[in-house]
């Protein structure tokens, strides 16, 4: 079974703040994919990022970073100098990569990123 | 559109009623999947077709749900009977079954409100 777990339901910065994302998961796939993805208010769900297991660079594109750390099942995300832009709910998902693809999400942290 | 689409965007029934909501996904796109998200809550997986087969329908809450793709790129998710706990937004991703860059990433299409009353 599949799981992944945000335990931060909602957070509040200031812009210009920096913010991290927390996401936990559980599988019993020795391969397989993490990702995230945004949802803002128009409520269309944005690709961010996929990351493959066995490749646990870390990523940084512009603001935002992700780090992926295999050994506590962790792929959390950071965005720097948060905007008022920045402001929606992300949301971590993992799939197999051989067996199952159906995405599994967490349950998902809304940013709020106050001027 | 180079997009997945979705139709209609939103739909009011009556309970009891049938409904089909429309999934294009993005030209080329292999895989198809259809979710359903509930207000505050993260998408749950329904369905998944490789082509115009479902390869994974272990999503499905009941048999009142049903989808299709007869030609292995337009789908249709058919809710039959509709119930007040149906309602919610359906989503649908497609992808291509690739290992290069972001292949088998989902790209989501923009939803289907659902709502009856």
Redesign the interface.
């Known amino acids: 079974a599949q799981k992944?777990t945000q335990a931060q339901t909602e957070i509040s910065v200031v812009e210009k703040e920096d913010v991290t994302l927390d996401c936990v998961y559980e599988t019993r796939d020795t391969t397989y994919?993490l990702?995230w993805?945004k949802q803002p208010p128009?409520?269309?769900?944005?690709?961010l990022i996929?990351r493959n297991s066995f490749d646990e660079q870390n990523e940084i594109s512009g603001r935002y970073s992700w780090n992926f750390q295999k050994s506590t099942s962790s792929f959390n995300f950071t965005i720097t100098a948060s905007q008022v832009v920045d402001s929606a709910v992300y949301?971590c998902?993992l799939?197999g990569?051989t067996g199952?693809?159906?995405?599994?999400?967490?349950?998902?942290t809304r940013l709020q990123v106050q001027p | 559109g180079a997009g997945v689409s979705q139709t209609p965007s939103n739909k009011v029934t009556e309970k009891g009623k049938y409904v089909e909501l429309r999934c294009d996904p993005i030209s080329g796109h292999t895989a198809l999947y259809w979710y359903r998200q509930s207000l505050g809550q993260g998408p749950e997986f329904l369905i998944y077709f490789q082509g115009t087969g479902a390869a994974d329908d272990s999503g499905l809450p009941n048999d009142r749900f049903f989808a299709v793709r007869p030609e292995g790129s337009v789908s249709t998710l058919k809710i039959q009977r509709t119930e007040r706990g149906d309602s919610a937004v359906y989503l649908c991703a497609s992808s291509i079954k690739s290992r290069g860059l972001n292949g088998d990433t989902q790209y989501f299409g923009p939803g289907t409100r659902l709502t009856v009353l």
């Open positions: 992944v994919y990702f993805y128009s409520g269309e769900l944005v690709f996929r949301f998902a799939s990569f199952r693809r159906a995405l599994t999400f967490g349950s998902g």
